[in-house]
C-alpha cells in the first residue's frame, strides 16, 4: 500500500487550517495516510493547539505536529521535509498550503496520475473559493485565477500550492530543500522544482486532482494582483539569476523583459475598456518591473503580510 505523508505548513490561520483537516478526513483512498503540520508562529501556537485538539478528539488520521521556529515559508517547509525524512517512511509527500483544501478524489486521482506517467513531481489543479467576488478583471490574473491544464507529462512546476512529491526528490537534493534566502519573497517552490528539473526529474500535472483554494477580500482586489505579478516577477528572475551561467542567458531574458515592456505598455492602454484584457497587459508590465528590481537587487517580501485566518 502506497503511503502518503500530507505536509502542511501554517501561520495564523486557525480557521483555514481546520477546514484544511476536516476535509483531508474526508479523502477517499486507498492510500495511507499521514498528516504532518509544521506552525511557523512559535509564539502563538495556534495552528498547534488545533491539531492537538483534533487528534484528541479522534481525528481519523495519524497527525502529527511540529513547531518552526525560525519565521520564513522556506523554513516552515524544510521544518516539514526534515520531520518525515528523519521520522517518517511515506513514499510520497503531498504538500498543501493552509488556505485550501481537497475534493474526496484528490489524492487517488493524484497517485493514478503518477502509475500513469512515473512522474517524480506532480501538480493538480487549484480552484479558487471568494470571500468578495473580483469581478470580470480578475479571469486571467495570477494568484487569483483557476489553475488547471490537461493532465499528462509537463516540462517544470511552479509552486507547491498542490503538488505530490516522491521521497527520493528530497532525499536527492542538497540541505536545505528550500532556499531560506526566499523566506518571505516566494519564489522557494520554483527554485525547488528547478533543481530537481536540472536533476532530470520528471513531471506530470493531474487536473482531477482538485484543490479548492480561500481567496479573502484582502487578496480580491486590483491592487493586489499587481502586487503578486510584481512580486512573481521579481521571485523567478532571483531564482533565474541564482541559476545563471552565461552571460548569453541574462542578455536573452533582458530582452525579453524589454520586449514584454514594450508590447504591453500600449495594450493595457488600447484594451483599457475592456477590463479583464486591460489587467492581464497590467500584470504583465508589473512581472516585468519586479524582474529589473531583482537585477537591481531588490526583493519584495510579500509573506511578511498574512491574508485570511
Known amino acids: 500500500m502506497v503511503e502518503v505523508t500530507v505536509a502542511i505548513p501554517t501561520f495564523r490561520r486557525p480557521r483555514s487550517l481546520k477546514r484544511l ?140 500550492a498542490n503538488v505530490l512529491v516522491s521521497r527520493a526528490c528530497f532525499e536527492g537534493l542538497t540541505k536545505p530543500c528550500f532556499d531560506p534566502n526566499f523566506a518571505l519573497t516566494g519564489g522557494e517552490d520554483r527554485d525547488f522544482f528547478e533543481r530537481l528539473r536540472r536533476q532530470g526529474r520528471r513531471f506530470a500535472w493531474a487536473d482531477e486532482a482538485v484543490v479548492h483554494a480561500w481567496v479573502p477580500a484582502s487578496r480580491a482586489s486590483f491592487g493586489w494582483v499587481l502586487q503578486r505579478a510584481y512580486r512573481t516577477g521579481n521571485s523567478d528572475m532571483r531564482v533565474f539569476l541564482k541559476h545563471l551561467h552565461s552571460r548569453g542567458e541574462f542578455a536573452r531574458e533582458l530582452t525579453k523583459i524589454a520586449g514584454a515592456a514594450l508590447v504591453y505598455a500600449p495594450l493595457a492602454l488600447l484594451q483599457a475598456p475592456l477590463a479583464s484584457r486591460s489587467t492581464a497587459a497590467l500584470c504583465k508590465l508589473c512581472r516585468a518591473a519586479g524582474k529589473m528590481a531583482a537585477v537591481f537587487g531588490r526583493a519584495y517580501n510579500e509573506y511578511a503580510i498574512v491574508h485570511g485566518n
Open 21 to 160: 483537516l476536516v476535509a483531508l478526513e474526508g479523502l477517499e483512498t486507498s492510500a495511507r495516510v499521514t498528516v504532518l503540520v509544521a506552525d511557523n508562529d512559535a509564539g502563538g501556537r495556534e495552528g498547534f493547539a488545533l491539531c492537538q485538539d483534533m487528534r484528541a478528539n479522534g481525528y481519523r488520521w495519524p497527525l502529527d505536529t511540529i513547531i518552526a521556529t525560525e519565521r520564513g515559508i522556506s523554513q516552515a517547509r524544510n521544518a516539514l521535509v526534515e520531520h518525515i525524512l528523519v521520522h517518517g517512511t511515506a513514499d510520497f509527500v503531498a504538500m498543501l498550503d493552509d488556505d485550501e483544501w481537497p475534493e474526496p478524489g484528490w489524492l487517488d486521482a493524484f497517485l493514478q496520475v503518477q502509475r500513469q506517467t512515473n512522474a517524480d513531481a506532480l501538480h493538480g489543479a487549484v480552484l479558487r473559493a471568494f470571500e468578495a467576488d473580483p469581478g470580470r478583471w480578475a479571469a486571467r490574473c495570477h494568484g487569483i485565477a483557476p489553475q488547471r491544464d490537461t493532465t499528462g507529462s509537463i516540462p517544470m512546476i511552479d509552486s507547491t
